[in-house]
């Protein structure tokens, strides 16, 4: 086949958006996507080279359309964000996602995550992290040469391209920006936006109320200095009467102090 029909046969090979399976088995695992995924993109929202993604089928290889995996989340360094039906490798300047999320479900069984770690190892996955949240557990992966090491120990530790910790408690795993900030899911987010806009509310009724109460403040001073200008007025007048008065009663030859 000639360098053109290899071509020609290469571009009429599809690679399906969909492989026709759920994000997610159930609600638990479907919460932990999507928090670790919008974690992940509003940690990067102001880089316009990181790509972030949950569920993108990813095809390392061109030609080879069932050479492909769809990470529950993935961060690529050096491509632009933007919509994609899938991350086609070889069209995004041959970069492989650096980082890698799978959540468990009870669905999934040991050889497909067997599978998976192989072909993050064999297609260039730098970070790799396993969290199941039915028992709690947490598996990480760093590249070391051509392999993809286990982490250990993994509870505390600082992923080195995200800079994010992994704190694994008693209970559940918890996500910790740079700033030290926890991941939090679409709920948690949406009740402290709700909290922080009635503390908005509430500060500015209380500043309102207090420009309110200087304005008060404020006549009152005026009243007052208006009430005592009045009486100023008044000693005068009748300081002034009084000088007429006594005026008077020496022009008459009477002493007005007897």
Same mark, same amino acid.
């Given at each position: 086949m000639t360098l053109k029909l290899q071509a020609v046969a290469a571009e009429a090979l599809v690679y399906p958006e969909s492989d026709g399976r759920p994000i997610a088995d159930n609600t638990e695992q479907f919460r932990w996507i999507m928090t670790i995924q919008g974690g992940l993109d509003a940690l990067?929202? @102001?880089? !316009?080279?990181?790509?972030?993604?949950?569920?993108?089928?990813?095809?390392p290889v061109e030609g080879k359309p069932k050479k492909r995996c769809a990470p529950d989340a993935m961060v690529v360094f050096g491509r632009p964000k933007g919509d994609r039906g899938s991350y086609l490798q070889w069209k995004e300047d041959n970069i492989p996602p650096q980082v890698v999320f799978e959540v468990l479900s009870p669905g999934n069984t040991t050889p497909e995550m067997e599978r998976k770690l192989q072909f993050y190892t064999m297609y260039g996955v730098?970070?790799?992290?396993?969290?199941? !949240? @039915?028992?709690?557990?947490?598996?990480?992966w760093e590249r070391k040469g051509d392999l993809l090491q286990r982490i250990n120990p993994i509870n505390g530790w600082v992923s080195p391209w995200l800079g994010i910790k992994f704190a694994l408690g008693a209970e559940t795993l918890t996500l910790y920006h740079p700033t030290g900030e926890p991941f939090r899911t679409f709920v948690e987010l949406?009740?402290?936006?709700?909290?922080?806009?009635?503390?908005?509310?509430?500060a500015q009724s209380w500043a309102e109320q207090a420009l309110i109460q200087a304005e008060k403040e404020r006549q009152a001073r005026e009243q007052a200095q208006v009430q005592t200008e009045?009486?100023?007025?008044?000693?005068?007048?009748?300081?002034?009467?009084?000088?007429?008065?006594?005026?008077?009663?020496?022009?008459?030859?009477?002493?007005?102090?007897a």
């Open positions: 990067f929202q @102001t880089n !316009p080279a990181v790509f972030v993604a949950g569920d993108l089928l990813w095809y730098e970070e790799y992290y396993l969290y199941d !949240p @039915t028992t709690n557990t947490l598996k990480g949406s009740r402290e936006y709700e909290e922080e806009r009635q503390a908005r509310e509430q009045k009486e100023r007025e008044a000693r005068e007048q009748a300081e002034q009467r009084a000088a007429q008065l006594a005026a008077k009663l020496r022009a008459l030859g009477l002493d007005p102090d």
